[in-house]
């Protein structure tokens, strides 16, 4: 049966649209190979998409992320959701994402007069190696836990406070102590200095509080730096999922290993739950366990994922 002239258009601009849409050819290339005029190919096109025999969708990954944002904050009852765009499957590219986007947060929101509680490890490190310098006047740093060692497993604690303190124009406040006592009389002998007690005061008192979660894997960073025998290392994975200014928790977000948590030095998980900003940096895989358990544990009221870990986060939800 001979097609129509109608039936005839119909095919025409299908066929142009097939190699403009399809093959990526270029409205000359078209009218070249199907040795048509090049307006013509245009009115083939506009004809396709008037009457609907092509339809464009328009995907706004920013859009699909500002949604993520809002559900995180009404499923965990957060003040703020970030959740940054990102596909690295390279987890130390990844965090270096979240610490460029949560150095140019802070830019935004840190005022005057703010007091910083800052934690240490590797994406911290990432946070304190993009800041550039600010502007916020009389803003004061401290550290959120003890940062000295008992092995030459660096955990950055020195350099992040450097960084923050030369941003900020200001003189950190370091807390020169292990993070964690090989027992409680030498804590809390320590814990009755006045300048110590000081402080763990400022620790406990920030308004804002950046921090990230560890994992209880054998090649988590607290388990390199000496603080635990093996026993004391098996018993505190056996029995939590994730720790933050290490304080260990299990997946309610509770208080895993409470005699490790009393020779432990720095803010309380608790106290964490007080602050104007109780920022929470962290993403990935190995960390998902841990950050659903603080989520769970209500001990951060801002968020900054990336968002895989974001679309898992409301699948557990």
């Not at 013509?40 to 699909?64: H, K, M, N, W």
């Amino acid at each position: 049966m001979k097609k129509t002239a109608s039936e005839k258009r119909i095919a025409e601009s299908i066929r142009v649209a097939r190699l403009y849409y399809e093959s990526g050819l270029g409205q000359a290339e078209i009218a070249q190979k199907l040795s048509i005029s090049r307006p013509t190919v245009s009115r083939l096109l506009q004809f396709a998409l008037d009457e609907g025999y092509v339809q464009i969708t328009i995907v706004d990954p920013f859009s699909s992320v500002q949604n993520l944002e809002k559900t995180l904050e009404e499923k965990f009852g957060l003040k703020e959701a970030h959740v940054v765009y990102t596909k690295a499957s390279d987890y130390h590219e990844l965090t270096s994402e979240l610490g460029k986007f949560t150095a140019d947060y802070l830019t935004k929101t840190v005022k005057d007069g703010d007091l910083i509680g800052v934690s240490w490890g590797k994406t911290m490190y990432q946070v304190a190696a993009h800041l550039t310098n600010q502007t916020a006047q009389n803003v004061r740093i401290v550290e959120l836990k003890g940062s000295v060692t008992y092995t030459p497993t660096p955990v950055y604690g020195e350099e992040i406070l450097m960084k923050f303190s030369q941003a900020f124009h200001t003189a950190p406040n370091v807390l020169p102590l292990p993070v964690i006592f090989g027992n409680q009389t030498t804590h809390d002998i320590v814990m009755e200095d006045r300048h110590i007690k000081r402080l763990i005061d400022m620790g406990r008192d920030c308004n804002v509080a950046l921090f990230t979660v560890g994992t209880v894997r054998d090649d988590a960073l607290l388990f390199q730096t000496g603080y635990f025998t093996h026993d004391e290392q098996a018993e505190i994975q056996s029995r939590a999922i994730g720790d933050i200014c290490s304080r260990f928790y299990d997946k309610q977000g509770r208080v895993a290993v409470p005699e490790i948590n009393r020779r432990t030095v720095g803010v309380q998980l608790e106290d964490l739950k007080n602050k104007e900003k109780s920022i929470l940096v962290a993403g990935g895989k190995r960390k998902f366990d841990a950050i659903l358990g603080a989520l769970t544990g209500g001990y951060t009221n801002c968020l900054i994922t990336d968002i895989d870990t974001a679309h898992q986060l409301l699948e557990e939800a």
